[in-house]
């Protein structure tokens, strides 16, 4: 909508309504020459006359009647829109498009989300689980969860829980395999691979300080975390996971920690990603501060 157009239709209504142009220039706070010249601009820019003029009085024409109550039922109808925004600003209600990593959606998010939508009934959420990278801004998502290092400058990130990588086997895995005491070691071993990590395939370890890359052999890789997790409680090999991965499997005792001083470099986190935190409307509030909640108690 062009502020010209605009203040014309302001000038009209405000001249129509208090009978003359002197009186609708006061209610603006305008001069009268500038409410006459945006008046016959609007009736220039219509081709139509909208207002007639005696030395004594205004008063529409037919077509300025008509004109007035179309711009009024506009007017009406915005501020109904605007209203209706506002409600639903402060009120939790609406769809919520989250995108979380496949397993950790499926091992934990999934966990959360039943509560938040029987304490918040009018929010839809629309859950995306994907190892795919998804850019919020251009795929149309509201939120994410992402772990690891964080890499988009144009989000919002709230940290929900602390994370690591570690090294893990089954119970009887060195029942058939060599001693692994340090990182070199693990050259001597079938390792696990996950593929869609971005070092694979090297393991990227650090201890105190100090770090490592070590090339590892495979003999079974894979772009699904989960398969391998099953392969390393078959004593298939070595597994890299994060912990909140396998902390199942570990309080079971169906895999049991190895080098557990050393972890994998840049695993520090799991956070909440959202593209802006200002404007939030009362569902991102809601949710954001259900996740922070619910992962505040120690699930791994």
């Not at 205004?58 to 008509?66: S, V």
């Not at 839809?124 to 994410?144: E, H, K, P, Q, W």
């Not at 890789?221 to 391998?228: I, K, R, V």
Request: some cysteine; glycine content about 6%; aromatic content about 8%.
């Amino acid at each position: 909508m062009k502020d010209d157009d605009f203040r014309q239709r302001e000038a009209f209504l405000a001249v129509v309504r208090a009978g003359s142009f002197s009186a609708g220039a006061r209610e603006l706070g305008r001069d009268v020459s500038v409410v006459s010249r945006r008046i016959a601009a609007l009736e220039k820019r219509l081709g139509i006359r909208l207002i007639e003029r005696t030395t004594r009085r205004i008063r529409p024409t037919e077509e300025g009647q008509r004109y007035r109550q179309k711009i009024e039922l506009a007017d009406e109808l915005l501020r109904e829109a605007e209203e209706e925004a506002r409600a639903l600003a402060a009120r939790p209600a609406g769809t919520i498009r989250l995108t979380v990593p496949a397993s950790f959606g499926r091992s934990w998010v999934a966990q959360a989300l039943p509560g938040f939508l029987q304490a918040y009934p009018d929010i839809r959420i629309v859950l995306n689980c994907s190892d795919r990278y998804v850019d919020l801004l251009g795929d149309n998502f509201d939120m994410a969860i992402r772990i690891g290092v964080l890499a988009d400058s144009r989000l919002i990130a709230r940290k929900l829980a602390d994370t690591r990588r570690m090294l893990c086997v089954a119970p009887d895995y060195f029942d058939r395999h060599p001693a692994l005491t340090q990182p070199q070691d693990l050259r001597q071993h079938d390792c696990l691979g996950f593929t869609p990590m971005h070092s694979w395939p090297e393991w990227r370890l650090e201890k105190d300080g100090h770090q490592i890359a070590v090339p590892v052999q495979t003999r079974f890789e894979s772009d699904e975390m989960d398969a391998l997790v099953l392969a390393a409680q078959a004593s298939m090999g070595v597994l890299l996971a994060a912990n909140w991965l396998v902390q199942k499997e570990l309080a079971e005792g169906s895999l049991v920690p190895v080098l557990s001083d050393w972890q994998a470099i840049g695993e520090d986190g799991v956070w909440l990603m959202k593209p802006s935190s200002q404007l939030q409307s009362a569902k991102i509030s809601a949710l954001t501060d259900w996740l922070v909640a619910w992962f505040a108690e120690k699930r791994w």
